[in-house]
């Protein structure tokens, strides 16, 4: 095997088209030989019981079937073979294979709200790892508490072809675009919208909410959005806000490279993570429902401003290199490190 061009495995679900996929047609533009193997072909329905059952607990018919599947897989020669949070990957299938092992997980598999057996098989595949990514700087002390220090950060990142500025008449004042979480999200809201703000929702799961009902009657909620749309409804709304998920202890999140690669101003969580990435002049930062609120009247009225901030966020982000290219560079690096 040469090491000059480095044979690759993507090994995940390749359900959405921002994981795996994304990494996978980067590496295509980039010209790598790159090859997959997509777990999800090996359940027809994801809503079907048997699915949900099987995904749960991590065994049954078809999780055998896929490890046998990428036994046989795994006969070819690979020089990487990159897991992208393999939950149902099991460990003696990826055991003294030649290749090295590099391991992903966007969520975190650390974080106690997640059931005690759901990363079960994940956390047995890490002594095999040559290299551990860590999406947040959280996990990168977590693995160290384990043990583990063959590990680096690679954050997530956004997509060029799907994340970009388009010319587009400002006609939303404030959008949030995510999933409803438990967290007291529905009640900021439920506060802006209180104090007059025009705001739109698009997500999944808000029907989950308590308040439900009162953003039903406000006409507030929207479906989620495709990639398409998403990246239009970014660019036509004037003012973006960014929450981080308390499930997965986020301090920063893939919208925090999406929405300033649209150019759009983005009012988000102030967080260490967040901070490290952006500043005051390349994002619009709150820490309370009353600072949120003062900042979006303001900057609704300083419009200037606002386009100000957008565009130095824009240019932060292409000077950081937080595109998807950026990070399958990032990977084919580690791997030269190790050869």
């Not at 901070?275 to 900042?295: G, H, P, V, W, Y």
Request: charged share 25%; hydrophobic share 40%.
């Amino acid at each position: 095997m040469k090491s000059n061009n480095p044979k690759i495995l993507i090994v995940g679900e390749f359900r959405a088209p921002i994981h795996e996929q994304a990494l996978f047609n980067a590496m295509i533009n980039l010209k790598l030989d790159v090859d997959c193997f997509k777990t999800h072909n090996f359940f027809k329905n994801a809503s079907d019981f048997s699915y949900r059952l099987q995904y749960h607990f991590q065994v049954g018919p078809n999780v055998f079937k896929l490890n046998s599947e990428l036994k046989k897989k795994l006969k070819n020669e690979y020089d990487i073979i990159f897991l992208y949070r393999p939950r149902l990957i099991y460990k003696s299938v990826i055991e003294n294979n030649k290749a090295k092992i590099f391991i992903y997980n966007n969520d975190d598999p650390f974080s106690k709200k997640y059931h005690f057996f759901y990363w079960f098989n994940f956390k047995k595949l890490l002594p095999l790892a040559d290299h551990i990514f860590a999406y947040r700087s959280k996990n990168l002390k977590d693995y160290k508490s384990i043990g583990l220090n063959n590990i680096s950060l690679l954050r997530s990142w956004y997509i060029k072809e799907a994340n970009f500025s388009v010319k587009s008449k400002k006609t939303v004042d404030v959008v949030f675009i995510g999933h409803f979480e438990n967290d007291n999200r529905d009640y900021l809201f439920n506060f802006l919208i209180k104090n007059g703000v025009n705001l739109e929702i698009y997500g999944p799961g808000w029907e989950k909410s308590k308040l439900y009902k009162f953003f039903k009657t406000k006409q507030v909620l929207f479906p989620p959005l495709t990639i398409d749309s998403y990246n239009q409804k970014l660019n036509e709304s004037k003012l973006a806000i960014v929450l981080f998920s308390k499930l997965n202890n986020d301090g920063y999140t893939r919208r925090c490279f999406e929405i300033p690669a649209t150019k759009t101003p983005m009012l988000v969580f102030k967080t260490l993570e967040i901070l490290s990435l952006f500043n005051e002049n390349e994002a619009i930062f709150f820490e309370t429902k009353e600072e949120l609120l003062f900042k979006v009247r303001y900057y609704l009225k300083n419009s200037k401003q606002a386009e100000k901030i957008g565009i130095s966020g824009f240019e932060k982000n292409l000077k950081s290199g937080n595109e998807v290219t950026d990070r399958v560079k990032q990977i084919i690096e580690t791997f030269y490190s190790l050869s």
